[in-house]
């Protein structure tokens, strides 16, 4: 009988770490980090010490204490492993459903020889982020550096300048430039980068479990959604997805090919379950309200500030900057980011004439960035020019890059659009209030959000974002239509998920054994 363990991410929004378990296989769906749980303990200058390896994540309960998954190199040698890891599964695969963090970020921390499964962007996006981000223990996911024991203190140390490649299988096509990106080093000549090529799924199947892998729409490109046909039916994983963006159409068409399945269990993703009326709107809509905006601001500076990786809104001011006459300047993570896309999807973004990159004013520049600006040096601007013909540009950044608009500042003024998801954490909050000072400053006008007066709380009007998630309306309707045995929501803050639904499904929000599915859920 098969066995779904929701490890986390049940009653939160992030942190997705699902288990099935069937005839003799066991997979890891997601393995994300738990934003929420981490943010009860860490702040920005208070991080788990890396020199201890995951012993403080264990202790604190961001990661769930799993037996002999994670990589023997990353304990150090005083942790107990015998009396701390208590859940005991059997890992063969993990399937990543998206390289949004809070579903992918712990991946590098697993048992190196546990293969990792997913569509090419999510594959490539995941390395772009690595390539350009940190290079710390918690932000390895498709390479890392071996660790080793110190005898003496007992501080676990990273092997210098060698890095060793996971096995990821793709699921869907590759071509040469996608292989070539994949085993480009980002680092210098004396480091041993040794990636594994990326493999192609033969068969669709794990040991003998058959599979089934759907692209869906979200706000990152490259989401998919995962169907195992365990002895007893379909068990199908959402991840993260909507109806209403621009490849609303893909979620549709998982909706009816999963249907059709008729599955025996649904894991179902409910972000947006609490809103009442949640906002449906949709990215053409940001397009037009967004270009209205450019538009009247003739000979000022527009800032744009967006979700790093959300390349559909790139893309679409892009498209406005085109049509007001403006290069989009963008920053080198985001047109390493874009020089990745077009080699998976054959688009050729980086060739627009209207596309530029931002010079930061930096001491030193990484390897990775060095060699971004071999290939595409002509592209490159500098602050100065931008300072003297605001009106030529929209420049993209968003609030932890705003000290370099020091250089920037414009007589003239400027609007800043902020375009992205809204702030829901106390720290979030206040992050706008800095923003706002930061404007009022630099004498650009926000739009797309305001700070009430009293409360000091910022306001987010309508039509400047559109959501990655799908609406309280379109949930309900993904589930009346595929129509599962059992529904098992997660990736929500509700108790109660989904409950007007119990009629015509049968709803896990707990433990729950049945002659057909038995199911654990932990981290209520
Ligand atoms: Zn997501």
Redesign the pocket.
């Known amino acids: 009988m098969p066995k779904i363990t929701i490890l986390d991410g049940a009653r939160t929004i ?1 942190g997705s770490k699902i288990h099935l378990q069937t005839e003799g296989v066991g997979i890891l769906l997601d393995f994300g980090m738990n934003y929420k749980r981490w943010g009860e303990f860490y702040a920005e200058f208070l991080g788990p010490r890396s020199t201890r390896g995951i012993n403080d994540l264990l202790l604190l309960g961001i990661l769930p204490p799993l037996k002999g998954v994670y990589r023997d190199d990353v304990f150090p040698g005083d942790f107990n492993k015998n009396s701390f890891l208590q859940i005991e599964l059997q890992v063969d695969a993990v399937f990543l ?2 390289a ?1 963090k ?2 992918c970020q712990h991946i590098g921390l697993l048992r190196d020889d546990i293969p990792i499964y997913c569509s090419p962007l999510t594959a490539t996006i995941m390395k772009a982020m690595q390539d350009t981000g940190g290079s710390g223990l918690f932000d390895e996911m498709v390479y890392f550096a071996r660790r080793t024991q110190s005898e003496e203190n007992g501080i676990l140390q990273s092997e210098k300048n060698r890095k060793i490649g996971k096995q990821v299988f793709i699921l869907g096509e590759k071509n040469d430039a996608v292989d070539e990106f994949w085993l480009r080093s980002p680092y210098a000549e004396k480091h041993r980068f040794e990636m594994r090529p990326l493999s192609l799924v033969e068969e669709n199947k794990i040991n003998d479990i058959e599979f089934r892998y759907f692209p869906v729409d ?3 490109p490259g ?1 998919t959604a995962f169907a195992f046909l365990t002895d007893y039916g379909w068990i199908v994983y959402t ?2 997805l909507r109806l209403h963006g621009r490849k609303g159409y893909l979620t549709d068409k998982f909706i009816e090919e999963v249907s059709s399945l008729q599955p025996l269990a649904l894991i179902i993703e409910g972000t947006h379950l609490e809103e009442e009326k949640s906002k449906r709107t949709s990215e053409k809509e940001v397009y037009n309200k967004c270009l209205e905006v450019v538009k009247n601001a003739e000979g000022k500076l527009v800032v744009a500030d967006f979700a790093p990786r959300n390349i559909e809104r790139l893309i679409s001011f892009l498209h406005i900057a085109r049509e007001t006459n403006r290069k989009l300047c963008i920053l080198t993570n985001d047109i390493y980011l874009l020089e990745v896309f077009d080699s998976v999807e054959g688009t050729n973004y980086l060739q627009e004439e209207n596309l530029a990159i931002f010079e930061k004013v930096k001491d030193t520049r990484d390897n990775w960035e060095k060699k971004l600006k071999e290939r595409h040096g002509g592209k490159f601007v500098k602050h100065s020019e931008i300072r003297e013909n605001p009106g030529d540009y929209i420049l993209c950044l968003s609030f932890f890059d705003i000290n370099h608009m020091t250089d920037i500042i414009c007589k003239e003024g400027g609007i800043y659009i902020y375009s992205s998801s809204e702030a829901y954490e106390e720290e979030q909050i206040f992050d706008f209030v800095r923003l706002k000072n930061w404007l009022d400053f630099l004498n650009l006008k926000p739009v797309g959000f305001t700070i009430e007066e009293n409360s000091k709380n910022p306001i987010f009007p309508e039509g400047y974002h559109s959501s ?2 799908a609406t309280k309306e379109d949930l309900f309707e993904i589930v009346r239509r595929i129509r599962p045995k059992y529904l098992i929501p997660v990736h929500t803050e509700l108790e109660k998920p989904y409950e007007e639904l119990r009629d015509i499904t049968q709803i896990i929000w707990d433990d729950a054994k049945y002659t057909d599915l038995e199911v654990k859920i932990y981290g209520k």
């Open positions: 992030g459903t998206h949004h809070d579903h979200h706000s990152i989401a991840g993260d990655g998630h």
